[in-house]
């Protein structure tokens, strides 16, 4: 197979995937649990894990809760924007590969639901006693470790530029 036909074919296996298995566990959600409603799977982490359905509206940690049309049309574009500037990606960028393949599927969870239902649908619900209460959903995780593989490979690609320039450079003959 030509390279640029697997890194393309990487790309949408990687968003089906994640699409699949946050549509699939949004709707176990929605089927099982009630607005509010939690569960405890892991009963000796309840205090800081547990599976409650919230519908958000806004973004992340329940900010610009009534802008849920322009987060939709933003998503639209991150998505959109990912895809076209996907194409300069060398076969060689697999991490940067990747990062995008996370960020567009979990966009692209959020979308669906947005369309759907007016909300994104959240489940998975962390607290740090006295610090923060989230809830989030699969797509929100996968965007987050996108962007984190984006920043890792961004600083990798920094330290190698830093490193070629550093071998560039002429040595100063010793002071006499």
Request: charged share 20%; aromatic share 8%; glycine share 8%.
């Amino acid at each position: 197979m030509k390279s640029p036909l697997r890194r393309w074919l990487r790309l949408f296996i990687l968003i089906a995937g994640i699409l699949i298995v946050d549509q699939a566990t949004k709707r176990l959600i929605e089927i099982n649990l009630e607005l509010g409603q939690s569960l405890r799977p892991i009963p000796a982490l309840s205090p800081f894990f547990q599976i409650t359905r919230s519908h958000n509206t806004g973004a992340a940690f329940g900010t610009f809760s009534q802008g849920g049309d322009v987060l939709l049309i933003v998503n639209i574009i991150i998505v959109s924007g990912l895809i076209l500037y996907y194409r300069r990606f060398g076969d060689h960028e697999v991490l940067k590969q990747i990062a995008a393949g996370l960020v567009c599927g979990g966009a692209l969870g959020n979308i669906i639901d947005r369309l759907e239902y007016g909300f994104v649908i959240d489940f998975i619900h962390y607290t740090i006693p006295d610090v923060i209460s989230n809830v989030s959903n699969l797509a929100d995780h996968a965007i987050v470790l996108g962007v984190i593989l984006f920043l890792i490979d961004n600083w990798r690609a920094e330290r190698r530029a830093a490193r070629t320039t550093d071998a560039a450079e002429p040595v100063p003959p010793p002071a006499a």
